[in-house]
């Protein structure tokens, strides 16, 4: 059984494209102008070095496709509110 989201390494990046290496097998993924910059600030901003990666339509997840809903759920809305930069309880 192979698992359709995966965690990629990101292997190397092209001006539109990058190469991502999974456990089996690298993938060469051609991005739009949005994607890549969406990459840029991934890789720039949160310093990270992989992405989540769609196994079966081998694609590079940007959005939330896994249905995480927090963002939306009313009773988390505020809860940044008495949380200093560190995520500790002021």
Excluded: A, P
């Amino acid at each position: 059984m192979s698992v359709k989201y995966e965690h990629v390494f990101i292997k190397e990046i092209g001006e539109n494209d990058l190469i991502v290496s999974t456990s089996k097998k690298d993938y060469h993924i051609l991005l739009s102008e949005e994607e890549m910059s969406d990459l840029q600030t991934l890789l720039i901003e949160e310093e990270v070095e992989y992405v989540l990666f769609d196994t079966e339509k081998e694609v590079v997840v940007f959005d939330d496709r896994l249905n995480m809903t927090e963002m939306e759920n009313e009773e988390l809305e505020n809860i940044h509110e008495g949380v200093n930069d560190e995520g500790m309880i002021d």
